[in-house]
């Protein structure tokens, strides 16, 4: 069983690194935190529990301890919660709080994204030291076109992942039963939000993505993000 806690040592071409499974976010999404511990050595659970963060993912712990690179070594607390910023990229910037950011400080930029990484991206990151300042939108030539743009409600789809493609498909038929339209693309659905939700509002498309995500609970789903348009 997955606890809040565990350690899970991911393995790199040299040396290894280690994530902290740091709660839950839905019953499917678990927030992990990247522990900034020296990728050639050995450290203990205790030391790790002293460990900073490097920066928060979202992924699901199970899923991980299938992938190869991932095993778990142990257990170390977490100390605190975070506040996410969420990707707007049909508007060019982000929310952080309900509030539109079209241009983040530098303290805005060390936020966690709130997005599903698989597995092999997680190695990518560990292996090139990857930060969330590092990954910024090229927001300044859409600034205008925001704020001059219609503020109409607007659709949201949100994009899920399952193991194989039959599994994708009972997923899908619970779905549409359930009311939402679903674009099966093998593993992968769009599931769409059928009623259109205010522009720009991360608690009203949290809630959507929630419902979305229990129902394909069972199914085990890898949460990959959504897209407002």
């Given at each position: 069983m997955n606890k809040v806690g565990d350690i899970l040592e991911v393995t790199l071409s040299k040396g290894s690194?280690?994530?902290?499974f740091a709660g839950r976010e839905r019953p499917s999404i678990h927030m992990l935190e990247v522990l900034d511990a020296p990728i050639d050595a050995s450290p203990t659970p205790l030391s790790l529990a002293e460990a900073a963060v490097k920066f928060v993912f979202l992924s699901n712990v199970g899923?991980?301890?299938?992938?190869?690179?991932?095993?778990?070594?142990g257990s170390a607390p977490n100390k605190e919660r975070r506040t996410y910023k969420f990707r707007t990229r049909t508007f060019g910037g982000w929310v952080i709080d309900d509030r539109f950011i079209p241009?983040?400080?530098?303290?805005?930029a060390a936020l966690p994204i709130w997005e599903g990484v698989p597995g092999d991206e997680i190695v990518k990151r560990l292996e090139s030291g990857w930060v969330p300042e590092m990954d910024t939108l090229d927001i300044e030539a859409d600034i205008k076109r925001y704020a001059t743009s219609r503020r109409d409600p607007v659709g949201l789809a949100v994009f899920v992942r399952f193991a194989n493609k039959?599994?994708?498909e009972r997923a899908a038929g619970v779905l549409v039963l359930a009311g939402y339209k679903v674009e099966n693309?093998?593993?992968?659905l769009e599931v769409k939000v059928?009623?259109?939700m205010p522009a720009i509002n991360s608690s009203a498309i949290e809630a959507e993505e929630g419902k979305i995500l229990e129902i394909c609970a069972p199914f085990e789903p890898f949460y990959e993000g959504n897209e407002i348009g």
């Open positions: 690194g280690y994530i902290r899923i991980l301890k299938k992938h190869g690179a991932f095993r778990y070594v241009k983040l400080t530098r303290e805005e039959a599994v994708a693309r093998g593993r992968r059928a009623q259109e």
